[in-house]
């Protein structure tokens, strides 16, 4: 008997959050002078928690997940500026380079067979894909369905698009401090929780409406209910010989 396959693990939102903002944002801005850790291992000890968090997530839920390898990217590059001791405007650059990587990959993958879009809103972690496919293909909307996924895919990188100068702006205006000091890691720390309100919040805003757009779609296209479109997470697959 072959056991059954494991549906990935969904996301903790609220270890995500303290482990990618919280911590950080506390040992940059309360623990990064010198008479606790100093601004060095302040920084070290700040990384230490989303880059542990990101490996971890993408161990335990067994899924390769390009946002969280871009973010992975976007810590060690913050701390290799600020081990060289390098101003702000490269933070601010790097802050504006990364939104506009997603969205231009976003939009250079309508081109391939796999849509970052697809890993993003349209994947069995969120939704029951194979039912809903099939609900599709007996309507005759898959290619409906398509037109409305590119529709989404644009408005998520047009989201990522107009965060860059946002981004780049708002590091510029907080990273004044002289690198290397306790007083440009509080600038950091302080960067972390303001870009969290000023960028991270609405840009989650606009994706819930583009998912919630999305799935007005599909329940239109499919003819499925919302219940029936999201999987079941009670249901058991049956064991196949």
């Known amino acids: 008997m072959t056991s059954p396959a494991q ?12 482990c990618n903002i919280v911590v950080p944002t506390v040992v940059l801005m309360k623990f990064s002078t010198d008479q606790w ?9 700040a990384l230490i ?23 992975l990217v976007s810590v060690l590059l913050s701390g290799g500026f600020t ?27 309508l081109r391939s067979k796999a849509p970052l879009v697809r890993e993003l809103l349209y994947n069995e972690s969120i939704i029951d894909v194979p039912r809903v ?49 306790p007083e440009f890691n509080a600038d950091l720390g302080k960067m972390h929780w303001v870009s969290f309100v000023v960028i991270v919040l609405p840009s989650m805003v606009a994706m819930m409406f583009i998912f919630w757009k ?5 329940t239109t296209l499919s003819g499925l209910t ?13 064991p196949k010989p």
């Open 7 to 18: 549906p990935p693990k969904r996301e903790n939102p609220f270890l995500n959050i303290v």
């Open 37 to 45: 850790l100093g601004p060095l291992w302040g920084l070290i000890v």
């Open 49 to 71: 928690f989303p880059v542990s968090y990101g490996v971890y997530d993408l161990i335990e839920r067994k899924k390769t997940n390009y946002l969280s390898i871009l973010g």
């Open 83 to 109: 081990l060289m001791k390098l101003g702000g405007i490269w933070f601010a650059v790097k802050d504006a380079a990364l939104p506009m990587m997603i969205g231009f990959s976003i939009l250079l993958s």
């Open 133 to 181: 496919d099939a609900a599709l293909a007996a309507r005759g909307a898959t290619g409906e369905f398509e037109a409305l996924l590119k529709r989404a895919s644009v408005g998520l990188a047009l989201t990522m698009l107009a965060s860059a100068p946002v981004n780049f702006t708002l590091a510029l205006y907080i990273l004044k401090s002289p690198p290397g000091t």
């Open 214 to 218: 999305l799935m007005g779609g599909l």
């Open 226 to 238: 919302q219940d029936e479109i999201f999987p079941d997470p009670k249901a058991k697959q049956t």
